[in-house]
């Protein structure tokens, strides 16, 4: 019973693919849907959802990819195997446990290309949230060393305006500085990493547990987030900042919203998650992306893993900055988790079941004995 268009799916994943830096690839890459299964007639039928993204890609150099990445056994040459792997990619490490002696047998599979299909899912989990009232939106924090001024955070309304920003950052001093960053470092041909702040809006109180180690919404939230290619490190609210202070200084008071007839906290340290669980407030999640280590130059000292000869890493085409798209990767594995949370708490096996227990659960807040 959830409403749902191939449109819906196909903005996402074009806004996937903004941002100032990106490679050629983003310039002739379309992302082409069809929805196989699971929607009939623009709803959702409760069965599985199927999704299949087109790859441009292949289409562009069939013969050359066709013979490359077929599953059946070769049948005369193919291109040399790759034997230097890049230093900060999953090439060595998978040839390693695997035990392959070509890095195209890690690499294509460890590619951020297989965010395509987290975003087309998460685009539906967007569609779902937005039902129940919650928006999810994002922008970046820090682009190599340009750090935005603090405060500007996006409202439930502000995707447009973030994503017009050729960086999607909402400081338009702080936008003209990374865009110079990432012009020097592609003259360079090297690569900048950063910060991006996932921000959603409406999240009801009570997703997650205290109960469970494994059903906390922050550790949830964490395991997505830094299952992102390239992605270091994650955190939930101001983590980091809050372990440099007394802990009288490190939580969020709390007030009683007479008029509104729910409690609030004055100050958002703990970005909208206490205990595991979410607060009602507006959730924060803030996610550190690493310079890509694909470089435009092959500057990355390596070993051939047949020779062992000392080397330089082989060449694969590349993003100077992949973080403005990482906004939108970690928008959708928010949606993701979230989405996971909020049928395991209010249940049902409709639409109209689900939004009907979410009213109720909330009217259940401001009415105690309800």
């Known amino acids: 019973g959830l409403t749902l268009t191939v449109e819906e799916i196909g903005d996402e994943l074009a806004r996937r693919r903004l941002g100032f830096g990106r490679g050629p690839r983003m310039r002739f890459e379309r992302d082409e849907l069809a ?37 059946h056994a070769a049948d005369g040459p193919t291109a040399a195997p790759l034997t230097q792997p890049r230093p900060g990619h999953a090439d060595l490490a998978g040839m390693q446990k695997y035990g392959f002696t070509d890095a195209r047998d890690v690499l294509e599979r460890a590619s951020a290309r297989e965010t395509a299909a987290r975003v087309a899912a998460g685009a539906v989990a967007k569609v779902l949230l937005r039902a129940l009232g919650v928006e999810i939106l994002s922008h970046v924090l820090q682009l190599g060393p340009v750090r935005s001024k603090d405060g500007d955070r996006p409202g439930p309304d502000d995707q447009a305006r973030t994503d017009a920003s050729e960086v999607r950052c909402l400081d338009p001093v702080a936008e003209a500085a990374m865009i110079d960053e990432i012009k020097a470092a592609a003259k360079d041909g090297d690569s900048l990493g950063g910060i991006v702040e996932v921000v959603a809006h ?65 100050t958002a340290l703990a970005g909208g998650i206490e205990g595991g669980m979410s607060t009602g407030e507006v959730l924060v999640a803030r996610v550190a992306m690493k310079p890509l280590a694909t470089l435009n130059r092959p500057v990355l000292a390596t070993v051939d ?43 049902g096996d409709s639409m109209a079941e689900l939004k009907r227990n979410h009213k109720s659960f909330l009217a259940s807040l401001r009415d105690p004995g309800s």
Do not use: C
């Open 35 to 71: 929805l196989l299964g699971g929607v009939r007639h623009g709803r959702t039928l409760g069965s599985p959802i199927a999704i299949e993204i087109a790859n441009t890609e292949w289409e562009r150099n069939p013969d050359k990819w066709g013979k490359e990445l077929s599953p």
């Open 202 to 266: 409406g999240v009801p109180v009570g997703l997650g547990s205290h109960v469970h180690w494994d059903r906390k919404l922050d550790a949830a939230l964490a395991h997505a987030l830094m299952s992102i290619q390239a992605v270091k490190g994650v955190e939930i609210g101001n983590g980091f900042e809050v372990a440099g202070r007394r802990g009288s200084a490190a939580h969020d008071p709390i007030t009683w919203d007479a008029a509104a007839g729910e409690y609030r906290r004055t």
């Open 305 to 347: 893993t047949v020779t062992k000869a000392e080397t330089l890493s082989f060449k694969e085409r590349t993003d100077v900055t992949a973080v403005p798209a990482l906004g939108v990767v970690a928008e959708t594995m928010v949606a993701l988790v979230l989405a996971d949370e909020a049928l395991r708490k209010f249940g």
